[in-house]
């Protein structure tokens, strides 16, 4: 089954409204062949002006949402607000959202679960530590993390999921998995959702590699049969390297 690879672009916490004009007037100009989708992630603040004034075929991403669609709940942002400025997607998942704000496996399912009955497309992210692939562990880690998302999610639901494998020792590093070595990880996450939701969500669902992608990465990334994208971290913020990495796949 053919999956349209899909590249996007997680700003984190960075950027002025100044780098979001700049960004959405190189993407405005930009070309790149129809078989690839693009998603831009800003932080909150410039959702809005991002969504308006960048051209429709691209996605605008939240960085994150919360479980509930409303409340008393200072700080967090909800699915409806995101509708409500035609946000379609959202990053769930991260392992900075992980390791840093203390989210479990666990609620990262609930929030996974949240959005997709929302309506919003979710990039859900799952990836090791640098001892836990040292000790032999990777693939018992990123099984955990999405049998808990996968617990949450109906066989239907996951049309409305992409998966982000980001090995946590290559994001904002410098270091980079292997062709090779993101190559087995993606094909046991396919192998594991045939096993445990069923072949044709594994054949479908959208697998993307993370983790200090560069446009000098990108090309031998993308030709593995089961990379699908690339979810870029810092150099989605340099417009032109943002371009070379899209246009990386023809």
């Known amino acids: 089954m053919a999956r349209k690879f899909l590249v996007g672009g997680n700003w984190k916490m960075n950027g002025s409204v100044k780098l979001a004009e700049t960004i959405v007037n190189a993407l405005n100009q930009g070309k790149w062949s129809p078989n690839v989708?693009?998603?831009?992630?800003?932080?909150?603040p410039y959702l809005q002006l991002v969504r308006n004034t960048l051209r429709k075929d691209v996605g605008v991403s939240a960085q994150n949402c919360y479980t509930e669609s409303k409340g008393a709940y200072t700080g967090e942002v909800s699915t409806e607000m995101l509708k409500d400025l035609s946000i379609g997607w959202v990053i769930l998942g991260h392992s900075e959202r992980r390791m840093i704000f203390g989210e479990s496996d666990e609620f990262v399912g609930k929030k996974v679960h949240a959005a997709v009955k929302?309506?919003?497309?979710?990039?859900?992210?799952?990836?090791?530590?640098?001892?836990?692939?040292?000790?032999?562990?990777?693939?018992?880690?990123?099984?955990?993390?999405?049998?808990?998302?996968?617990?949450q999610l109906a066989p239907a639901d996951w049309a409305n999921v992409v998966i982000a494998y980001e090995p946590v020792w290559a994001i904002g590093t410098g270091k980079v998995a292997t062709p090779q070595q993101a190559q087995e990880v993606h094909n046991e996450l396919r192998g594991w959702l045939a096993k445990n939701v069923s072949q044709e969500v594994a054949d479908a669902t959208r697998i993307l590699y993370g983790g200090s992608v560069s446009a000098k990465s990108a090309p031998d990334l993308q030709q593995e049969q089961d990379i699908d994208g690339f979810l870029v971290g810092g150099a989605s913020l340099k417009d032109q390297e943002f371009l070379q990495i899209i246009s990386s796949r023809q």
Do not use: H, M, N, Y
């Open 37 to 44: 989708e693009v998603v831009i992630a800003p932080p909150f």
């Open 118 to 151: 929302a309506g919003l497309s979710v990039i859900a992210c799952v990836g090791e530590q640098d001892a836990e692939r040292e000790a032999g562990q990777t693939t018992a880690v990123v099984f955990r993390q999405i049998k808990a998302i996968a617990d």
